[in-house]
C-alpha cells in the first residue's frame, strides 16, 4: 500500500459577478466553504492553463454577462491506497461527496 497526492479540477459556477478575480476569489471561498470541515484538508486553488500562443500561463475563468466559469484545482493526498486507480476513486468520492453536483476529473496522481 502506498501514499499518493491526488489532483482534481473541478469546474466552478459563479452568477452576478463583475470581474474575473472576484469570481476566482468567489469560487475559491464557497469550495471552501463546503469542503469544510468534512474534507478541510483538500488544497484549493485557481486552476491555469497554457497560452496556445505565447505560452505564457492564463487563468481558468471566463465571464460572460455577469456570469463565470471557473476552474479550480483540488489536491488531496490518500493514504494506504492500493493503485493510483484507488487512490483517484478515494478522492473523487471524498471530494465529491461534500462538493456534490459539481464536475470533478482527475488530472494527476503522484506517488509519495
Known amino acids: 500500500m502506498s501514499d499518493y497526492l491526488v489532483t482534481l479540477e ?7 459577478v463583475k ?3 472576484d469570481a ?18 483538500v488544497e484549493i486553488e485557481a486552476g ?16 460572460v454577462a455577469g456570469t463565470a466559469l471557473v476552474g479550480l484545482v483540488l489536491q488531496m493526498k490518500v493514504f494506504r491506497a492500493e493503485s493510483k486507480e484507488h487512490a483517484a476513486r478515494i478522492a473523487k468520492s471524498v ?16 506517488e509519495l
Open 48 to 63: 491555469m492553463i497554457a497560452c496556445p500562443f505565447c505560452e505564457g500561463e492564463l487563468n481558468t475563468a471566463l465571464v
Open 95 to 110: 471530494v465529491g461527496k461534500a462538493l456534490h453536483d459539481v464536475p470533478l476529473k482527475v488530472q494527476e496522481v503522484q
Open 24 to 41: 476566482v476569489s468567489i469560487a475559491i471561498s464557497e469550495a471552501g466553504k463546503r469542503l469544510n470541515p468534512s474534507a478541510k484538508f
Open 10 to 16: 473541478s469546474a466552478w459556477i459563479i452568477k452576478d
Open 19 to 21: 470581474s474575473m478575480d
